[in-house]
């Protein structure tokens, strides 16, 4: 079955980064793309940006165009997400998601969440 | 960027009973493209309805959604103990993807 199996939580300090792994499982990786989704407590979910695990195509929200970064290891069936320039607002649980196909815009399985926290 | 508004911020309900969550958006969502999701204490959220009427995989057929333009619904026939938790609407028809605030359905 698919799975989507996501790095452990992270406490980092006000400016610092933070690289989260999410491990796919259960399908052919390459074929469907990989979204970030982020819950900061009390929040609606906010959708960051999202990789064309295919050919490694990215697009990102305004919000987080110039912190984000998505990448993918196909060899290792795995998409990263990396923050840069963290403040106490990025406290929140970052979600994986998996596309319905190579962009549909609508996720089929999630993964379980990792918490980051940024405090000093 | 679209905003959804979910109403209403919690449902209270018994088991059996239908529930119907409402999802108005700020403009008209391209092609009927709003998805609905369930989410669970601790648990990543779990996709119910795409393209407003159609059901994932493994949905029970309780569940149905329905609407086009700014409004939308999910309706649940006969609310079983599961069924309690948190809901979110989902437009993927203009960029950025956005979500609802959610709707809280609780046990009355």
Redesign the interface.
């Known amino acids: 079955q698919v799975q989507l199996v996501q790095s452990g939580a992270e406490v980092k300090e006000p400016g610092a980064s933070v690289k989260i792994s999410c491990k796919a499982s259960g399908y052919t990786f390459i074929i469907s793309a990989i979204h970030w989704v982020r819950q900061a407590p009390g929040q609606r979910l906010e959708w960051m940006g999202w990789i064309n695990a295919g050919n490694g195509n990215t697009k990102y929200s305004q919000t987080f165009q110039d912190r984000a970064s998505i990448t993918r290891d196909t060899s290792a069936n795995t998409a990263y997400m990396e923050l840069t320039s963290l403040r106490s607002e990025d406290t929140a649980v970052y979600y994986c998601a998996r596309d319905r196909g190579s962009y549909w815009g609508y996720f089929d399985h999630w993964g379980q969440g990792t918490l980051v926290t940024v405090s000093s | 960027e679209i905003v959804l508004t979910q109403s209403p911020g919690t449902l209270s309900l018994s088991p059996g009973e239908r529930a119907t969550l409402s999802c108005r958006a700020s403009q008209s969502v391209s092609g009927s493209?709003l998805?609905w999701?369930q989410q669970k204490p601790g648990?990543?959220?779990?996709?119910l309805i795409?393209g407003a009427s159609s059901r994932?995989?493994g949905i029970p057929d309780r569940f149905s959604g329905s609407g086009s333009g700014t409004d939308f619904t999910l309706s649940i026939s006969r609310l079983a103990p599961e069924d309690f938790a948190v809901y979110?609407c989902?437009q993927?028809?203009n960029?950025?993807?956005?979500?609802?605030?959610?709707t809280k359905l609780e046990i009355k």
């Not at chain 2, 648990?43 to 996709?47: A, E, K, M, T, V």
């Not at chain 2, 960029?95 to 959610?102: D, H, K, L, R």
């Open positions: 493209y998805a999701y648990q990543g959220p779990r996709l795409y994932a995989t979110y989902q993927y028809g960029s950025p993807e956005t979500f609802g605030q959610g």
